[in-house]
C-alpha cells in the first residue's frame, strides 16, 4: 500500500460564442452634458466581469480615461438586445458591439471637438486622459467635458452611439456537419501532477501547470479570475462533482452542499499559468474569451496522470475513490489493455 | 501565478493601447465587498408572496387525479396554479430562434415525465404557508415504466418519454435523429491503420451550484406592466420566454437583472420567471418564486451526461488516420438546449487535430430524468475528457510521447477541418510547448522547433476533396420552411462550396427568416423581431 | 403570533418583532432591512450567510432569531472602520478575491472572525475558517491570499 505520483497532459481548443442561431448582441454608448459616458446593456455579469470587460473596451475605444466611463446592465427598457452571457460570448460578441458604438460616439465627439478648434476632425487625436487635441500640437486642445458641453448647449449634437455585433447564423449540413461553427478560437495546454493513494482511493491533485492562448487579454487579472477558478471547478468535475453519484441509476442524488462534494480551500494546488495571445481578426483588440474552455482540459489531464500513478484506466466521472479501487482491484485480473490488430 | 508571454505571437499585436490589457480593478468590486451589489432578491417589498410548485415523486407517470381544496384554504395561501392556468403550458427555449418543437409544460397536466417535475403552484403568503400548503394538495398517480439509460432509450420498443418526439431523440433536419459529420473514409483509413482502438466513455451529470440559487420577483407596474428582477443569465431570452408563456406582448414585461451570484449556464433555462408572471397577474401582488437549494440541486436543470464512443485509427509513426466518434446527450425529458449542443458537440469532432478521415454521429435523447442544460463548456467538456482521455491511449499504445504525440497531430494555420472550414489562428502547438518547457516535460527539439504558423495547409487543406457532397445547382429552389425545424438550418444552394475551393472559416450570409410560424406558436421573438418580415 | 426580538446590530440597537422559529438570516433581511446578507442554502451548509454573533460566526440561516435576542450580531454592512474600509475588504479587492460577489459577505465575516481571534493566521488557519464557506468562481486561492494579505497589512498598522 502506497502512494504513487503520476503527471497527464491535455490539449483542447473551444469556440467562442453561440455556432446556432445567430449570435447578436447589442450596445448603446451615451456622454452626459459633462463628458462622462454611460454603456447601456442588457448583458448579465454573473461574475465574469462583463461590467469591467465592456468599460475597458469602451475607454479604449473613445480615448478617454476608464474613470470616466460607467457600464449601466441590465434592464431591459434601457438595455438593447444581448443573447446572454453564455457560450463564452461576452468578451468577443458584446465588446464586439460597445466597440462599434464607442466607435460612433467617439466620431461625433472628434467632430464637435474640431467645430471648437475650427479644425479637421481627421487632425484630432485624444489622449486619453481626458483630453483631445490637434495631432503634433498637444497645446491646442480641449478637454472632453467641454466638448460635451459644447455639443450638447451651443452645436446640438449627441454624443452617442449604437452598435451591434452579429456573427450570422451557421447553415449545418445534415449529410455532412459541415458549417461555421465558430469565428476564432482559444486553445490550451495542461499538465497536472498528483497522487493517488492505493489504499483508500484518494486522487491528491499536487500542481497544475497551464498555458492558455486566449487572443487578447483585455485584463489580465479578470483572465487570471476566470482561469483559476475555471481549472478548479475543472478538478471538481473530474473527481468530485454530480447529483447522480450512480448514473443512470437515478438515485441517491445529493439536496445539500454537505452530499455534493466539491474541492474546499484545503483540496486546492499551486497553478503555474502562462498566457498567449495570438490576436482574433474580428476580436474586439483581437479579444476571444477564456470563460468556459480553462475548466475543460483539467478533466482528462487528472484521468491521464491518475493512469500515469496507478496504471489504471477511469473512462467514467467523477474518478471517485470508490472508483479508482474498484480499477485497481479489476486489473489485478485482467489483460492487458491494448488492443492492436 | 500569471505570466504573460507577449514574445509568442508579437508580430501580430500592436502592444500600444492605453486601458485595454491593463489590470484594472473590477468596476462592481465596491459592491461587492461591502455588501451592497443588488441581486434579484435585494429588492424589498412589503406585501411580497411567495410560490413553490408541487413536484412529481414519479420519474413517469399518468396523473389520476389532483385534489387541491384543502391546500386552497390552507392559512395564507392566495391562489393555486395549475396547468391549465397557464396561457401557453407547452414551450421549448430555442423556439426563440426556431430551433425544435415546443414539448414542455410549464406544470405538467396529464403525465409527468421526471421526478421533480412541477405540477402545481401554491401562492402564499409566506415560503413556510406554501410549503405546508403544498402537504395538504392530493395527487394519485398511475407509475409507468421509466427509461433512464440513453442507449436504452433507443432500443426498439423502449419507453416513450416525450410525445412530441415519441422515439426519444431528437429531429434533425426533419429526417435523422441524430446529426452526422461525414469526412473522408474512415472505414478505408481503419482497413490501413498500423492499430485501431475503440473506447467508451461516460461523463456524469453535473450541478452548476451557484451560491445564488435561481429565482425571481415579479412586481406588477403601473399602466398593467410587470417588473421583474431576475437571476437569469440571458435577460432578453428569459423576457421572451415569460412573453411566450404568458401570452403578454413582450413590452410589457420590464425585466431587470445584470448582477447575478454565478450562473455557470444554470440561469438560462427561465425556470421562475413565466410562473412568478403568471401568479402576479393572478393576485395582483409582487411575487417572488426562488428555488430552494435541494430543487436547484435536483430539480434545477443539470449539465446533462454524455456517453462517447470513440474509434481511432493510428499510425506507428504517430499519425491518426482517422476517428470515429458516437455520442449520446442525455436531454432528460426535454429538450431545452440540449439539441443545440449536439451541434456544437459535432463541430468539435476530432478535437484540435487534423485527421483525415473523421465520421461523427451525436444523438439528443430523451430519458425520465430532470432534464439537461448548458454548463460552461456546453457541448466540448464531455468530448475533450473522452478525445483527450483517448489521445493519452493512442499515444502509449504506439509507445510515444503523449504531448508529442499531440503536438504531431495538433492542427495547424491552413489545415481543413472536419466541419470543412479551415483552420486559421491556430495555438495549440504554443500552448503545449509553454506549458513543457515550464513543467519540464521533456519535448525533443523538432517538436520545440513545430510552429501553428508552419506546415500546415498544402496536403493537408485538401484531406476533404474527395469526399465532398455534392453542391446543390446554382438557383436551386431552396426547401421552404415548415414544420419543426427552422429553414436556415438548411443548406442553402449561395453556401454550396465546390471542392476546389474550400470555405475560409468566416460566418456564412445569414439565410432569409423562414416564411410564417414554424410549429404553430406565435412569432413574437426580439431576437429577429418582425420587421425583417 | 409575533415575538418581539432585539439586537445590537452593528453597533446600534434594533428592535423587530418574527414569526415564531423564524430564522436570523429572514428576520435580518426582511425585517431589519440588512440585505448586506445574503441567503444560499437555508440549511446550513453553504455558509453565505455567516454573520458574526457575540463575535462567533453564525449560520443565519439555520440559527432561531430568538435565540440571538440581546446579542451583539456583526454583519458585513459594518464592517467599516468608519468611512474607511476593513483591512479585508481592500485586501479582498486588491487581491480579485470575488467574482460573482454572493459569497463574499460570509466570506469576509468568517475572516473577520478567525482575524478578530488569530492576527497572525497560518494558511491552514484560514482555510479552517472559510472551509465552511462555498465558492463557486474563484478556486479560492485569492481569498486566503487576501485574508493572509490582511492580516499582515494589519498587524504592521496595529505595531
Do not use: P, S, T
Given at each position: 500500500m502506497a502512494r504513487h505520483r503520476g503527471r497527464g497532459v491535455a490539449t483542447i481548443n473551444y469556440p467562442i460564442?453561440?455556432?446556432?442561431g445567430g449570435d447578436p448582441s447589442q450596445a448603446l454608448v451615451h456622454s452626459n452634458p459633462t463628458g462622462k459616458f454611460t454603456v447601456s446593456l442588457s448583458s448579465i455579469d454573473l461574475g465574469q466581469g462583463m461590467k469591467s470587460v465592456t468599460r475597458q473596451i469602451c475607454a479604449e475605444t473613445l480615448g478617454v480615461p476608464i474613470e470616466d466611463v460607467y457600464v449601466d446592465t441590465a434592464d431591459s427598457d434601457t438595455g438593447p438586445h444581448c443573447m446572454g452571457s453564455f457560450a463564452s460570448r461576452g468578451t468577443h460578441r458584446v465588446g464586439n458591439a460597445v466597440m462599434a458604438a464607442a466607435r460612433e460616439a467617439r466620431g461625433v465627439m472628434m467632430e464637435a471637438a474640431a467645430e471648437e478648434l475650427e479644425v479637421d476632425p481627421g487632425d484630432l487625436e485624444t489622449d486619453g486622459r481626458g483630453s483631445i487635441h490637434v495631432k503634433g500640437a498637444p497645446h491646442r486642445a480641449i478637454s472632453v467635458r467641454d466638448v460635451a458641453i459644447a455639443a450638447q448647449f451651443r452645436q446640438g449634437k449627441t454624443i452617442s452611439g449604437r452598435g451591434i455585433f452579429l456573427v450570422p447564423l451557421s447553415e449545418v449540413d445534415p449529410e455532412t456537419g459541415e458549417m461555421s461553427p465558430a469565428t476564432c478560437y482559444a486553445h490550451a495546454c495542461q499538465i497536472v501532477d498528483v497522487e493517488v493513494d492505493d489504499e483508500t482511493g484518494d486522487v491528491t491533485v499536487l500542481k497544475m501547470t497551464s498555458a492558455y492562448e486566449l487572443g487578447r487579454a483585455i485584463n489580465p487579472k479578470l483572465v487570471e479570475q476566470q482561469l483559476v477558478g475555471g481549472s478548479w471547478m475543472g478538478m471538481s468535475h473530474a473527481l468530485y462533482e454530480t447529483p447522480e453519484p450512480y448514473y443512470p441509476d437515478a438515485r441517491e442524488g445529493p439536496r445539500d452542499f454537505n452530499e455534493y462534494l466539491m474541492p474546499g480551500p484545503g483540496d486546492i494546488c499551486p497553478h503555474d499559468i502562462i498566457v498567449l495571445e495570438r490576436p482574433a481578426a474580428d476580436g474586439p483588440f483581437g479579444a476571444k474569451g477564456p470563460g468556459e474552455m480553462c475548466a475543460n482540459p483539467s478533466l482528462p489531464a487528472i484521468a491521464n496522470a491518475i493512469f500515469n500513478a496507478v496504471g489504471v484506466r477511469i473512462d467514467e466521472l467523477p474518478i471517485t475513490p470508490e472508483r479508482v479501487l474498484r480499477a485497481l482491484r479489476a486489473r489485478g485480473r485482467s489483460v492487458a489493455p491494448s488492443r492492436a490488430r | 501565478m500569471l505570466e504573460m508571454?507577449?514574445?509568442?505571437?508579437?508580430?501580430?499585436?500592436?502592444?500600444?493601447?492605453?486601458?485595454?490589457g491593463r489590470p484594472t480593478q473590477r468596476q462592481d468590486i465596491l459592491g461587492h465587498v461591502t455588501g451592497t451589489s443588488a441581486y434579484y432578491d435585494d429588492h424589498h417589498f412589503a406585501n411580497l408572496l411567495h410560490l413553490k410548485v408541487l413536484r412529481s415523486p414519479h420519474p413517469h407517470a399518468r396523473i389520476r387525479s389532483i385534489d387541491d381544496a384543502a391546500a386552497a384554504r390552507a392559512p395564507g395561501v392566495k391562489r393555486i396554479i395549475r396547468g391549465a392556468d397557464v396561457p401557453v403550458n407547452l414551450n421549448t427555449l430555442l423556439s426563440l430562434i426556431q430551433f425544435g418543437k415546443d414539448d414542455e409544460p410549464s406544470l405538467a397536466t396529464e403525465t409527468v415525465r421526471y421526478r421533480g417535475e412541477p405540477i402545481l403552484a401554491v401562492v402564499a403568503t409566506s415560503e413556510r404557508a406554501a410549503r405546508q400548503a403544498l402537504e395538504l394538495v392530493r395527487i394519485s398517480y398511475d407509475p409507468l415504466p421509466a427509461v433512464f439509460d440513453v442507449e436504452d432509450a433507443l432500443k426498439p420498443g423502449a419507453v416513450s418519454v416525450n410525445p412530441v418526439y415519441p422515439k426519444n431523440t431528437f429531429d434533425y433536419h426533419r429526417k435523422y435523429d441524430h446529426q452526422k459529420l461525414r469526412f473522408g473514409d474512415v472505414e478505408a483509413a481503419f482497413a490501413k491503420a498500423d492499430m485501431v482502438f475503440e473506447e467508451r466513455y461516460q461523463m456524469s451529470p453535473i450541478e452548476h451550484a451557484p451560491t445564488e440559487t435561481n429565482g425571481s420577483i415579479a412586481v406588477p407596474d403601473t399602466n398593467g406592466r410587470f417588473t421583474v428582477y431576475t437571476s437569469t443569465q440571458a435577460l432578453f431570452f428569459s423576457l421572451d420566454t415569460s412573453a411566450k408563456i404568458n401570452a403578454m406582448p413582450s413590452n410589457q414585461l420590464h425585466f431587470i437583472g445584470g448582477t447575478v451570484g454565478g450562473g455557470f449556464g444554470g440561469k438560462v433555462d427561465t425556470l421562475t420567471e413565466p410562473l412568478a408572471i403568471l401568479a402576479a397577474r393572478l393576485t395582483g401582488a409582487p411575487v417572488r418564486y426562488r428555488l430552494s437549494r435541494h430543487e436547484e440541486m435536483q430539480f434545477g436543470s443539470p449539465r446533462g451526461a454524455e456517453r462517447i464512443y470513440i474509434k481511432d485509427g493510428v499510425m506507428r509513426d504517430g499519425r491518426i488516420v482517422a476517428r470515429k466518434v458516437r455520442a449520446y446527450f442525455d436531454s432528460g425529458a426535454y429538450t431545452r438546449l440540449s439539441s443545440y449542443a449536439v451541434v456544437k458537440c459535432v463541430a468539435h469532432i476530432p478535437g484540435p487535430y487534423t485527421i483525415p478521415n473523421v465520421h461523427g454521429d451525436v444523438y439528443c435523447v430523451f430519458t425520465n430524468r430532470t432534464p439537461a442544460t448548458a454548463m460552461?463548456?456546453?457541448?466540448v467538456t464531455a468530448l475533450d475528457f473522452a478525445l483527450e482521455c483517448q489521445m493519452d491511449k493512442d499515444a502509449v499504445a504506439i509507445g510515444m510521447d503523449p504531448l508529442e504525440f499531440r503536438v504531431l497531430n495538433a492542427y495547424r494555420d491552413g489545415d481543413m477541418k472536419a466541419h470543412r472550414r479551415v483552420a486559421k489562428n491556430c495555438a495549440l502547438i504554443e500552448c503545449a510547448q509553454v506549458a513543457a518547457e515550464r513543467a519540464h516535460w521533456p519535448l525533443r527539439d523538432e517538436f520545440r522547433r513545430m510552429s501553428s504558423r508552419k506546415g500546415g495547409g498544402e496536403a493537408r487543406a485538401e484531406a476533404v476533396a474527395d469526399r465532398t457532397l455534392k453542391p446543390a445547382p446554382p438557383g436551386a429552389p431552396r426547401t421552404p420552411a415548415s414544420s419543426s425545424q427552422r429553414a436556415a438550418y438548411e443548406r442553402p444552394p449561395a453556401d454550396a462550396k465546390s471542392p476546389a475551393s474550400p470555405a475560409r472559416d468566416m460566418p456564412s450570409p445569414a439565410a432569409p427568416p423562414p416564411s410564417g410560424s414554424t410549429h404553430g406558436v406565435r412569432r413574437f421573438s426580439s431576437i429577429f423581431g418582425t420587421r425583417r418580415r | 403570533m409575533k415575538t418581539p426580538i432585539q439586537l445590537r446590530l452593528n453597533g446600534e440597537d434594533v428592535a423587530t418583532f418574527a414569526d415564531g422559529g423564524a430564522n436570523l438570516l429572514d428576520v435580518l433581511r426582511y425585517s431589519v432591512g440588512d440585505l448586506t446578507v445574503k441567503g444560499g442554502c437555508w440549511q446550513g451548509t453553504c455558509g453565505t450567510c455567516t454573520v458574526l454573533v457575540d463575535g462567533a460566526p453564525r449560520l443565519a440561516c439555520v440559527t432561531l432569531a430568538e435565540s440571538c435576542s440581546g446579542n451583539s450580531v456583526e454583519t458585513v454592512a459594518g464592517l467599516r472602520r468608519g468611512a474607511d474600509l476593513h483591512p479585508l475588504q481592500t485586501a479582498f479587492m486588491e487581491h480579485f478575491a470575488a467574482q460573482c460577489g454572493y459569497c463574499t459577505p460570509g466570506m469576509l465575516m468568517a475572516a473577520k472572525a478567525l482575524l478578530d481571534r488569530n492576527p497572525n493566521p497560518t494558511r491552514e488557519d484560514v482555510v479552517d475558517a472559510i472551509c465552511g464557506n462555498i465558492c463557486r468562481c474563484t478556486g479560492y486561492e485569492p481569498i486566503i491570499a487576501a485574508i493572509l494579505d490582511a492580516a499582515r497589512k494589519d498587524a504592521r498598522r496595529s505595531a
Open positions: 460564442g453561440m455556432n446556432l | 508571454r507577449k514574445d509568442i505571437f508579437a508580430d501580430e499585436r500592436d502592444d500600444d493601447l492605453r486601458e485595454v460552461r463548456g456546453f457541448g | -
